[in-house]
């Protein structure tokens, strides 16, 4: 009897042990990292959807930022394979919005717009104020530029970068700096401005630098300098 009783009680420990671990198992699975607001919640959807990114996607998407897991929009190695791609395809053409679309369903959409002025197919020669910007949803920025396309070869410039801005949901980010680094279009390089800032969301910290390209009577922007011709 007393041998029996031991054996029926080390089975209960093994039991409650195995349903323990069970249950441990199913609380650890997936994890949220953290939560985001609900206010949050709302700003990212809106976001997501300016991005052309369905409900349903958009979801799944904050799942896994809370959970702790990069977003394919935001992660190096796919910038650079987008930024190869783009240039592969000869898509290089200014004065618009791009938008890339990754694995997951997430989005970029960048590029540079005339402020307060039509659509032109083409640059012509003048003064313009253009914005570039660089927006992911969760992680948005860009700044204002004063530039002069000169008809001619070799002699476009930039006049002046300011107010940068940079809005980060869910995060913190240092304040953003921006200043023209070439002011004139040469013979082999372009003009062009930088902007940085630093980022921290609960799934890492990133420094960003923003560029705007200036010459061959045209512009662009871009997350590398690319100011050789």
């Keep these: 009897m007393k041998k029996f009783v031991s054996f029926m009680s080390i089975f209960v420990l093994m039991l409650v042990a195995f349903v323990q671990g069970v249950s441990a198992e199913k609380v ?3 994890p949220k990292v953290f939560e985001f607001s609900q206010t949050d919640i709302e700003n990212l959807k809106d976001r997501f959807s300016e991005l052309g990114i369905d409900e349903k996607t ?7 930022l809370e959970n702790g897991e990069v977003l ?35 989005k970029i959409m960048y590029g540079t717009r005339l402020v307060d002025s039509e659509i032109q197919p083409m640059v012509s020669p003048g003064s313009y104020m253009i914005e570039s910007y660089w927006f992911t949803g969760i992680v948005n920025f860009g700044f204002y530029s004063d530039i002069v396309i000169v008809s001619g070869n070799n002699n476009d410039y930039i006049v002046d970068s300011y107010d940068p801005y940079v809005s980060v949901l869910g995060g913190s980010f240092t304040p953003p700096t921006v200043g023209i680094k070439r002011k004139y279009e040469t013979s082999t390089r372009r003009a062009y401005s930088q902007m940085d800032f630093t980022y921290t969301i609960p799934t890492g910290q990133s420094t960003m630098k923003l560029y705007l390209n200036v010459g061959d009577n045209d512009y662009e922007t871009t997350l590398s300098k690319d100011d050789v011709k």
């Design 58 to 64: 958009q979801n799944t998407l904050i799942k896994k």
């Design 28 to 30: 650890s699975a997936n």
């Design 72 to 106: 394919d929009s935001m992660k190096e190695e796919n910038l650079q394979k987008a930024k190869a791609q783009i240039i592969a395809n000869g898509e290089n053409s200014l004065n618009k919005s791009r938008v890339i679309t990754f694995n997951d369903g997430s």
